[in-house]
């Protein structure tokens, strides 16, 4: 049974590779906006929304600590918490910045996921089509291009 | 005594009405003391009749002992408190499962999925279950009712030395094929350690591929009480062999290889 | 931060891990965050991905630990994965930490076995 699924079909491949080697629970490919590019483990949209808003908004706060520091922006964020570990990195893609929010259990360890998420950010830059040209991001088509997402992640 | 436990048992003599007493008795069932995590779970029920995690905890350990119906009990009265609680289902789909009602297995699997999406246990039963269905049979295979009576089909390694205590063969999905394996407490242990071998055994492969070693061969461990050798009796086929500590490791590879031998005529022998 | 000491600690790690690359055959040696599968320390050749060992043996030393403790035979306290062209062996120290070498194949595990154990007693 699989509870994969993706907006773009060309981070299945990566993706399905990452969670194999890596033995996540939970992925979330997305951009530093949170629209979601690809999700696995996720059964409901709620869950996805929540967790896109979160991811991002860990990122966004992050970079501006990083930014009070003087410091480069920080690339991964690792939490460890008893059964789960949450792994939250950012990466630069020829469709520019994305996220990855990365949920592993105890079958799994912060050491694996980072060791697997290099090959993930590989492979998907391999995998990625040239870009069209982007055009400004306006609130409405924001929405609408969430809700077009999600229902696209959850289509039966 | 481990620190983690005696550090749990202090906490439970200080303060008996502590709800530690489940992470303790968690902690004796992986040690396989079955009988004292049974006494510290009833002890602990008693002071806290209304902890669904205790009952489920208590019904796993009924299970361990064989008393099937006194888990079913345990795992309905959970429901009946907590009608979303994992374990419950879990246990239940088990139980239904080993009884050859695939229709309430799937149904208390997939009630658990519900609680836990990711869980990988569920996962894999749930594959099991559907793979049953898929096979054209609402009744699952014969299972036997104990843990205990797996140890009496040594099939693939009879005459060889401790075959129906120390020695398993399993397939790369964690079933046991044939062999046996006792705990020192003398309690079956065979089908937890073949569930646990499916997964050393991706985890040699992916080590061995990352780190560009060829095939891998055999995995020793030596513990406390006792050696474990594995390796490979056919690909994706495991062999298992635990001797105690006077056994030295190299030694376990030549028995390993002999039984090997007999295991791989044996398969042979199964294929139509 | 204390450079001065990180400095100090470093180069007794390293002391320690040069009784382990000594062995002939071994490619490399690491100390390893046994939970995490980071890599704490490590002495190893060009070409050995340290990150690569540190993670997999971390997770294959958990899987073991598991795998012993339902067997009811207690905590390892020596791994050895036999492949090919290579081996691994891991010998788990006091504070959770794994000391880990990786080598050829036809490495004397006798002799590396004693030499991760002597690693762990000393960090221990």
Same mark, same amino acid.
């Given at each position: 049974?699989?509870?994969?699924?993706?907006?773009?079909?060309?981070?299945?491949?990566?993706?399905?590779?990452?969670?194999?080697?890596?033995?996540?629970?939970?992925?979330?490919?997305?951009?530093?906006?949170?629209?979601?590019?690809?999700?696995?483990?996720?059964?409901?949209?709620?869950?996805?929304?929540?967790?896109?808003?979160?991811?991002?908004?860990?990122?966004?706060?992050?970079?501006?600590?990083?930014?009070?520091?003087?410091? #480069?922006?920080?690339?991964?964020?690792?939490?460890?918490?008893?059964?789960?570990?949450?792994?939250?990195?950012?990466?630069?893609? #020829?469709?520019?910045?994305?996220?990855?929010?990365?949920?592993?259990?105890?079958?799994?360890?912060?050491?694996?996921?980072?060791?697997?998420?290099?090959?993930?950010?590989?492979?998907?830059?391999?995998?990625?089509?040239?870009?069209?040209?982007?055009?400004?991001?306006?609130?409405?088509?924001?929405?609408?291009?969430?809700?077009?997402?999600?229902?696209?992640?959850?289509?039966? | 005594?481990?620190?983690?436990?005696?550090?749990?048992?202090?906490?439970?003599?200080?303060?008996?009405?502590?709800?530690? @007493? !489940?992470?303790?008795?968690?902690?004796?069932?992986?040690?396989?003391?079955?009988?004292?995590?049974?006494?510290? !779970?009833?002890?602990?029920?008693?002071?806290?009749?209304?902890?669904?995690?205790?009952?489920?905890?208590?019904?796993?350990?009924?299970?361990?002992?064989?008393?099937?119906?006194?888990?079913?009990?345990?795992?309905?009265? $959970?429901?009946?408190?907590?009608?979303?609680?994992?374990?419950?289902?879990?246990?239940?789909? @088990?139980?239904?499962?080993?009884?050859?009602?695939?229709?309430?297995?799937?149904?208390?699997?997939?009630?658990?999925?519900? $609680?836990?999406?990711?869980?990988?246990?569920?996962?894999?039963?749930?594959?099991?279950?559907?793979?049953?269905?898929?096979?054209?049979?609402?009744?699952?295979?014969?299972?036997?009712?104990?843990?205990?009576?797996?140890?009496?089909?040594?099939?693939? @390694?009879?005459?060889?030395?401790?075959?129906?205590?120390?020695?398993?063969?399993?397939?790369?999905?964690?079933?046991?094929?044939?062999?046996?394996?006792?705990?020192?407490?003398?309690?079956?242990?065979?089908?937890?350690?073949?569930?646990?071998?499916?997964?050393?055994?991706?985890?040699?492969?992916?080590?061995?591929?990352?780190?560009?070693?060829?095939?891998?061969?055999?995995?020793?461990?030596?513990?406390?009480?006792?050696?474990?050798?594995?390796?490979?009796?056919?690909?994706?086929?495991?062999?298992?062999?635990?001797?105690?500590?006077?056994?030295?490791?190299?030694?376990?590879?030549?028995?390993?290889?002999?039984?090997?031998?007999?295991?791989?005529?044996?398969?042979?022998?199964?294929?139509? | 931060? +204390?450079?001065?000491? +990180?400095?100090?600690?470093?180069?007794?790690?390293?002391?320690?891990? +040069?009784?382990?690359?000594?062995?002939?055959?071994?490619?490399?040696?690491?100390?390893?965050?046994?939970?995490?599968?980071?890599?704490?320390?490590?002495?190893?050749?060009?070409?050995?991905?340290?990150?690569?060992?540190?993670?997999?043996?971390?997770?294959?030393?958990?899987?073991?630990?598991?795998?012993? +403790?339902?067997?009811?035979?207690?905590?390892?306290?020596?791994?050895?994965?036999?492949?090919?062209?290579?081996?691994?062996?891991?010998?788990?120290?006091?504070?959770?930490?794994?000391?880990?070498?990786?080598?050829?194949?036809?490495?004397?595990?006798?002799?590396?076995?004693?030499?991760?154990?002597?690693?762990?007693?000393?960090?221990?």
């Amino acid at each position: 049974m699989s509870t994969m699924r993706a907006v773009e079909g060309w981070t299945v491949k990566p993706l399905e590779r990452f969670v194999n080697e890596a033995g996540a629970r939970l992925t979330l490919l997305m951009t530093p906006a949170g629209q979601v590019l690809a999700q696995f483990g996720f059964t409901r949209a709620v869950d996805v929304m929540a967790a896109a808003a979160l991811g991002a908004a860990i990122v966004s706060s992050t970079a501006e600590i990083a930014r009070l520091l003087e410091e #480069p922006q920080f690339s991964a964020l690792n939490h460890q918490g008893l059964r789960h570990g949450i792994f939250v990195a950012g990466f630069d893609s #020829p469709r520019g910045r994305l996220l990855a929010l990365v949920v592993y259990g105890t079958n799994s360890s912060v050491g694996l996921v980072q060791l697997f998420f290099e090959d993930f950010v590989r492979d998907l830059i391999a995998a990625c089509p040239v870009p069209e040209e982007r055009r400004p991001v306006l609130a409405e088509d924001f929405e609408r291009e969430l809700n077009q997402s999600l229902a696209s992640l959850f289509r039966s | 005594m481990s620190d983690d436990i005696r550090a749990m048992t202090s906490e439970l003599a200080r303060d008996p009405g502590s709800l530690v @007493f !489940i992470p303790l008795g968690e902690a004796l069932r992986a040690r396989g003391q079955i009988e004292a995590a049974r006494k510290v !779970i009833r002890a602990g029920l008693e002071r806290n009749p209304d902890s669904t995690d205790a009952h489920d905890l208590h019904a796993r350990l009924l299970v361990d002992v064989g008393d099937l119906e006194g888990a079913e009990r345990e795992w309905s009265l $959970v429901l009946s408190a907590d009608a979303r609680h994992l374990g419950a289902h879990k246990g239940l789909g @088990f139980l239904c499962y080993r009884r050859g009602d695939v229709d309430g297995a799937l149904d208390h699997l997939e009630l658990a999925l519900s $609680v836990d999406p990711a869980d990988p246990n569920v996962l894999q039963a749930l594959q099991t279950v559907r793979g049953v269905v898929a096979e054209g049979g609402r009744s699952a295979p014969a299972v036997p009712a104990r843990h205990g009576e797996m140890a009496a089909d040594t099939g693939p @390694f009879s005459g060889v030395e401790g075959a129906d205590r120390a020695m398993l063969l399993v397939d790369p999905r964690g079933r046991v094929l044939g062999g046996g394996l006792r705990n020192p407490a003398g309690i079956e242990v065979a089908e937890t350690v073949a569930a646990q071998l499916a997964g050393v055994s991706q985890e040699a492969e992916r080590t061995v591929r990352v780190l560009e070693l060829g095939e891998w061969s055999s995995i020793v461990a030596e513990a406390a009480d006792g050696n474990m050798f594995l390796c490979q009796a056919l690909p994706d086929t495991i062999l298992l062999l635990v001797r105690d500590r006077s056994v030295p490791p190299a030694r376990m590879q030549v028995i390993a290889e002999k039984a090997a031998e007999q295991a791989r005529a044996w398969i042979a022998g199964q294929t139509p | 931060m +204390d450079r001065g000491a +990180d400095a100090v600690t470093g180069i007794r790690f390293r002391r320690l891990l +040069d009784q382990v690359t000594r062995v002939r055959g071994v490619r490399g040696a690491l100390l390893v965050a046994g939970e995490d599968g980071l890599v704490v320390a490590e002495a190893v050749m060009e070409g050995v991905r340290a990150n690569a060992v540190a993670a997999l043996t971390g997770s294959l030393a958990r899987r073991m630990r598991r795998t012993a +403790d339902a067997a009811g035979i207690g905590f390892p306290h020596f791994l050895h994965l036999q492949a090919t062209t290579g081996a691994i062996c891991a010998v788990p120290a006091a504070d959770g930490t794994l000391v880990v070498a990786i080598a050829d194949a036809e490495v004397n595990v006798g002799l590396l076995r004693l030499a991760l154990l002597k690693v762990a007693e000393v960090m221990a």
